[in-house]
């Protein structure tokens, strides 16, 4: 996928004096109530910066000039840079960048039906995405794969990222030793050392915060590792109305950003200027069941509205792609196809779970994932300038038709045939004089053939030999540590 800018003006929901308000409740919030920080290291850097902390409740109190001081660290923009050069993702202004699926337990397919996800299908997923082309990062744990022991899981899937695809990766979310371990892998890929990423920063991690108002040891160590190293963290409360956050969007938008500027602050606070994003994720739930909700009119709000947010507080903005449906349906297009609009239009930066989500996170889906590259090709070619360049050739072409002809044999049609139209993945047009084999065939069924043809001529993009070489040895001298201290 090229490198993609939104030429448009963003679409804005709120009034100034209201994002002014929520800013300064979320500044509020953090001063007065404060975050639950369950790691000593990082209560430590908070108390030597001024904060307020009480060690037997682990909360921590933040001043607004803290906050405000370590916001103006924070770039406004930044690159993450790829092993295949012309990949480089460029992470502010006003570039549009997807990202996939991410985090779900489950992979599907109309072959295989739901079941749990393993390296297999966590090696599809990156083949597919990168042969379709889609996407401008990959993801880190795009499904997660359980037949692979726990503690030496993020190695394996580390390394699929390496062979597999040549772009941005990120890094498992949870835990240091794991930060530490992509820092290495990272490393090793791109020929350098692991301080010299920290001046040409490679990978992202994509972490949450225990909303409302906690974060755990795992996820702060991971967050602490990868600022320490000058890489991107991206951090995304989990703020869903009702349940992790108060019902109303304005009380949710005061938590997300609470919670987010406080632990971008974190981050300022162990290396300043290391690159940060602000993730937003809230939507509402069904009150009846409790379950997530998205691509609903709140969603779309929730998205609008921290974009905006984003924008007041000059930090890059993370949002998402999702959907609640549990099969790739009309339900499952349409939930997508609102959250992605409201991400473009909104101006978010990253734009996660924009190929292969599905029930509300449950699964990855490789027809989905089909699908899901129709409406991100389609916004690709939205987005590119139109051009006029050739009307006058255009005038003197309709000058050329006879009364009552047409413009299929015209030479204008005809030089510019292969370029003027954009072509899609899910429609067959030289098939659809046959019924039985095309038409009758839903998007869904006719995504799983474009799914199996994709996988079968993939071919991995150039890596070093000597590159993969000390990847494998890498992993496996770190399987044999991690096994050994388990």
Not at 331 to 346: G, K, M, P, V
Not at 360 to 368: D, N, Q, R, V
Request: aromatic share 6%; charged share 20%; with cysteine.
């Amino acid at each position: 996928m090229p490198r993609l800018a939104n030429r448009w003006a963003p679409l804005e929901i709120l009034s100034a004096e209201q994002v002014e308000r929520i800013v300064l409740a979320a500044l509020r919030i953090l001063e007065e109530a404060g975050l639950e920080i369950r790691s000593a290291a990082a209560r430590e850097v908070f108390r030597r910066a001024g904060a307020l902390v009480d060690e037997g409740t682990q909360m921590v109190r933040l001043g607004r000039e803290l906050i405000e001081a370590q916001l103006s660290h924070a770039p406004e923009r930044f690159v993450l840079h790829a092993r295949n050069a012309a990949r480089h993702l460029h992470v502010g202004d006003n570039i549009v960048n997807f990202g996939p699926v991410t985090g779900a337990p489950n992979i599907r397919d109309l072959e295989g039906g739901r079941r749990y996800g393993d390296m297999e299908a966590f090696r599809n997923i990156l083949k597919l995405t990168h042969a379709l082309g889609v996407l401008h990062w990959q993801g880190g744990i795009v499904v997660e794969p359980v037949d692979v022991p726990v503690a030496t899981r993020h190695l394996l899937t580390y390394q699929a990222h390496i062979e597999c695809s040549d772009i941005v990766w990120a890094a498992r979310g949870i835990g240091g030793v794991q930060a530490e371990d992509a820092l290495a892998m990272s490393a090793i890929e791109h020929g350098c050392s692991i301080e010299a990423l920290a001046v040409r920063p490679t990978l992202m991690t994509v972490t949450n915060v225990n909303s409302p108002r906690r974060v755990d040891e795992e996820i702060l160590d991971n967050i602490m590792v990868m600022a320490r190293h000058g890489q991107c963290v991206v951090i995304t409360p989990f703020t869903l109305m009702g349940a992790m956050a108060p019902v109303t969007l304005a009380g949710a938008l005061v938590q997300q950003t609470a919670e987010a500027l406080g632990i971008i602050a974190l981050c300022q606070l162990v290396r300043p200027g290391s690159p940060c994003v602000m993730g937003g994720f809230t939507s509402n739930v069904d009150m009846r069941t409790g379950s997530p909700a998205f691509g609903t009119p709140e969603y779309v709000h929730a998205v609008l509205a921290s974009a905006q947010l984003g924008r007041r507080l000059k930090l890059p903005v993370r949002t998402s792609a999702v959907n609640a449906s549990p099969m790739v349906d009309a339900q499952s297009t349409y939930e997508t196809a609102f959250s992605l609009q409201a991400a473009i239009l909104s101006h978010s930066h990253l734009i996660n779970h924009a190929a292969g989500w599905l029930e509300g996170g449950l699964s990855a889906s490789l027809e989905k994932i089909v699908v899901d590259a129709e409406l991100l090709r389609n916004w690709a070619e939205i987005l590119k300038p139109v051009s006029f360049s050739d009307d006058d050739l255009a005038v003197e072409a309709i000058k050329g038709i006879a009364a009552g002809g047409h413009f299929f044999g015209a030479a204008h049609t005809l030089a510019r045939y292969e370029s003027a139209f954009y072509r899609p993945l899910l429609s067959d047009w030289s098939n659809f004089e046959n019924w039985t084999d095309a038409g009758a065939r839903n998007a869904t069924e006719r995504a799983t053939g474009i799914w199996k043809k994709v996988l079968a001529e993939y071919t991995p993009p150039p890596l070093d030999p000597a590159v993969r070489e000390a990847i494998g040895a890498y992993v496996a001298r770190r399987t044999r540590e991690l096994d050994a201290a388990a």
